[in-house]
């Protein structure tokens, strides 16, 4: 629990909770939207795009309604501790964020047009909270799966940064980095809003675009 008015830390690896060897839970095998696996096989030619702006169930339902995405799931990523719980990770002590997994056809839906996506439907100007949900879990991130993928980040970060900035807001704190690991999140978590839709959710259009040179 982060109390207000206190300014969340990361947390260093050797401080990081020790986590285990495999899911303390069950996890599920399909997408319940798409029909689609959670974790694999993909067919041959899509890719992965991993990608945290908040609590992970409002993210989750804007790319499954992408035309192209083929799978997506809730999890945890770009921290230490081996799968996580949901609990274990709100308490910051694991270092994960609440990230969405983006298995997309690139032939129908390219990684910049995602990130734009990602960059107009969440506040990439707070370090550590989206709303009212504050923790180091919550930080704007984008994990890439490939050298391609990191390019074209940082110029679309850059790009929405500049287009902020100019508007007078603050400046971009999305981390980018490489993928580690990811974990799937519970069973119950998964396509969350279409098993709650009246659920909570914070995301939507921010008001703020950007010509980033899609192709």
Request: aromatic share 12%.
């Amino acid at each position: 629990m982060v109390m207000w008015g206190q300014e969340p830390v990361m947390v260093a690896e050797h401080d990081a909770l020790p986590g285990r060897d495999g899911y303390p839970y069950r996890v599920p095998a399909m997408n319940e939207v798409l029909g689609t696996p959670l974790d694999g096989p993909w067919p041959d030619g899509t890719e992965v795009a991993v990608l945290g702006m908040g609590c992970f169930w409002g993210v989750e339902r804007i790319f499954w309604q992408i035309d192209g995405v083929y799978s997506t799931s809730a999890g945890y990523a770009g921290g230490f501790t081996t799968y996580p719980t949901y609990e274990e990770t709100c308490t910051g002590r694991t270092g994960h964020a609440e990230v969405v997994r983006v298995v997309y056809d690139p032939s129908r839906v390219g990684y910049d047009e995602l990130l734009k996506t990602f960059f107009e439907n969440h506040d990439p100007t707070t370090k550590w909270r989206q709303g009212n949900d504050v923790g180091t879990q919550y930080r704007s991130i984008i994990l890439t799966t490939s050298p391609q993928q990191a390019e074209t980040a940082q110029r679309v970060r850059s790009a929405y940064s500049a287009e902020l900035v100019g508007r007078g807001y603050g400046e971009v704190t999305t981390e980018i980095k490489p993928a580690g690991e990811y974990y799937l999140a519970e069973d119950y978590h998964q396509q969350y809003l279409h098993k709650n839709p009246g659920g909570y959710c914070n995301h939507g259009f921010n008001g703020v675009t950007c010509p980033v040179g899609l192709a």
